[in-house]
């Protein structure tokens, strides 16, 4: 239960709503469902960690959020208003910011 209140406070932290974030596991899990043995072995993974940042992406655009193409991921809004990430980007992708 701990670790999902710490999680709970990160995404509220990254002022991403529990919503968008759910919304993007279940869209990429259901992409996840289409593949077959007949994909690649690491199909599963690679399409399951792009689609839920494609998702998450989408579901913050609208919120002021830009998208990087450099890592797929969601990155600072145009506003200038800076948001904690951490030692990394949103997802753990990429260069330490």
Excluded at 69 to 92: K, M
Aim: with cysteine; hydrophobic share 30%.
């Amino acid at each position: 239960m701990r670790n999902l209140e710490h999680s709970q406070q990160r995404l509220a932290q990254l002022d991403v709503s529990i919503e968008v974030f759910h919304a993007s596991l279940e869209q990429a899990i259901a992409d996840v469902r289409g593949c077959t043995d007949f994909d690649a072995p690491m199909m599963r993974g690679i399409m399951f960690w792009s689609r839920t940042n494609r998702y998450m992406a989408e579901g913050l655009d609208p919120q002021g959020w830009k998208r990087t193409s450099r890592d797929n991921i969601a990155d600072d809004p145009p506003d200038g208003e800076s948001r904690d990430h951490g030692d990394q980007r949103l997802w753990g992708c990429g260069e330490p910011t």
